[in-house]
């Protein structure tokens, strides 16, 4: 079960790198992120299993609290863009680029 | 495997089968009296009214009877799954709680909860968090404005809820040192005195209290030992679960019905007995946390079957305990039905941006403060005992 | 029992990505496939032993995290998106092609690397457990991922907040969204 684990969080991962890359509305492309990080804490719980040990755990915690975090700073900063362009496509959002 | 069976078989009988429709019956009932009219007399077969006690069954019939209308544009599949979505969390939340505490007959041990896991309360609040998606998915589903915007206050206001809800509650796991809630009830099951202090820190010689200080005592219930958290939690779950006072996502006079404006027939049913089910959902949960659950006060488990056993046996006496458990759990979850229905029937709405204030700006500080002063008293209590 | 289980809430946590990763026309039907994926992931942890990390997992993604994307979305009423077009298929195109090649890489590194699973102490990912652990050894992680949710809320209160100045329901000036369609 944990070596399928282990493939089903590198699968979720690769879903959540491509979507991140490929779709344009920043919602989605958060949303995306957060897949990451759940295939991340997947991987850690399989390991944290296959040794027994509660570390790993412990861990997906810290994940979770950081996710959270970043949700809440994210979707304020979609909130303000809106607000400035009306818009939440990130190609939009190109002030900064060389 | 059986005994899961009748257990559920005894929950859905119980709570289904039996309060749901008394309680909107009850509803009816206080409503009434709280505005000086008769109430619900008027379902009548052939002649008999039982005291409207027929209304349930009218209410029935007529949601069944009734067309089902989907609004145009609306998102067919989520419509169709927002009312279950809103309905099932409440019946799982029944699974983890106990109605009564853990009895031996010979050397079977029967235990009065469906699920007797160590995260009981967590599940609680999982549970609950995804009822939220209930009101959201149907408020966004039926392509109406007021449906949206009900749910964007539902969604709203649950997420806030949810945070000072398991905040107030740190305090009761603290002085109950658990999460699971058979264990929890079984912990109030006895009694403290108030004045033990005086004999630990030596003000009264020997080695127990005279006996009218003795006599001087108070159920360990979790309303005596967090009386705060206990007023924070009522307000929280009742705020959580959209109950009156603070039901703005569905407040009549804005929103018209909120975010299940555009159901009828059973969908709308779905949500109206979810609805009636939260109500006695919540008093279990609060039943069980703070007035000590299945435990009746003074008499512990023991002292029944000590003082009943000599007499008539050991079996006997368990049985009689089981029984007598299960109606005190069951009067304490009515009583708390009739004080939500009285809240319900005297309080007028708060206005929704009042629901975020008290949350965030009130409960909050205040359940934080809880955890400290709790903290604080446990060692405090812990220094004055050794 | 547990196998078929494991593998029915890996297949619906994968639709639910898929289902978000492709959902183009409808923003709140992508967050609701999210949905799928966390309480599928939450089924995967207890199968896996990790039992307050599932129930967190429902309650704190499932039940907080994606309710406030709802909520974000719902507030913007936002429905429509499309893929990238003309140039940046190029640099997207192979971002994928990298990503896919990465992934089965991976997948081929995976079966026959681990060995039996080590016997489980009692009481394993329960709340005891966990929060002995962090309150002792991971104490300072603790109090500094605290530090960072006061950062993020004193953020997302200072991003989110009007100006004062601000009248409501200022009318803004529109941006071109030529660009977006």
Redesign the interface.
Known sequence: MIEEAVALSGILFAIGAIGALVRRNVIVVLMCIELMLNAVNLALVAFSRLWADATGQVFVMMVIVVAAAEVAVGLGIVIALFRNRESVNVEEVSLLKW | MTEVVLKLLFIVLVVAGGMLPLITWIERKQSAVMQDRIGANRADLMGVTLLGLLHPAADVLKLFSKEDVVPEGANRLLHLLAPVIAFVPALLVLAVIPYGGAYRFGDTTLSLVVADVDWGMLFVFAAGSIATYGAVIAGWASNSNWGLLGSMRASAQMISYEVTMGLSLVGMFMVAGSLRLPEIAAFQDQSFRLLGFLLHMGFVEGETLPFHLDLLRLPMWGIFLQPLGFLLFLTCIMAENKRPPFDAPEGESELIAGYHMEYSGMRFGLFYTAEFLEVPVIGAIVATLFLGGWAIPFLSQETIIAFVAGGFGEGFATGLCLVLHVLCFLTKVAILIWLQMALRWTLPRFRYDQVMDLCWKMILPLSILNVFVTGAGILLVEGVIS | M??VL??AF?AI??AG??G??LNLHN??????S??G???A?GG??V???????G??????????????????????N?RR????AGR?WMT?GL??GI??V??VR??RL??????E?????EG????R??GA??FT??VL?FEV?SL??L???V??????KREPSEPDGDP?T??S?S??S
């Open positions: 547990s196998e494991f593998y890996a946590a994968v990505a898929l978000m990763v923003t709140v039907a992508a967050a609701l999210l949905v994926t966390m309480v992931l995967l942890y199968l896996l032993e990790a039992y307050l990390i129930v967190l997992q429902i309650l704190v993604y499932a039940g907080a995290i994606v309710v406030v994307f709802l909520f974000v979305v719902m507030l913007l936002l998106d499309v893929f990238p940046q997207k971002a994928l990503s896919l990465v992934l991976f997948l995976v079966p026959g690397s681990f060995g699973p080590a016997a489980l102490p394993f990912g329960g709340y457990e966990i652990r962090l050894d991971y992680a991922t960072l949710l950062a993020a809320m953020g997302a209160v200072i991003l989110a803004r529109p941006v969204r660009e977006a």
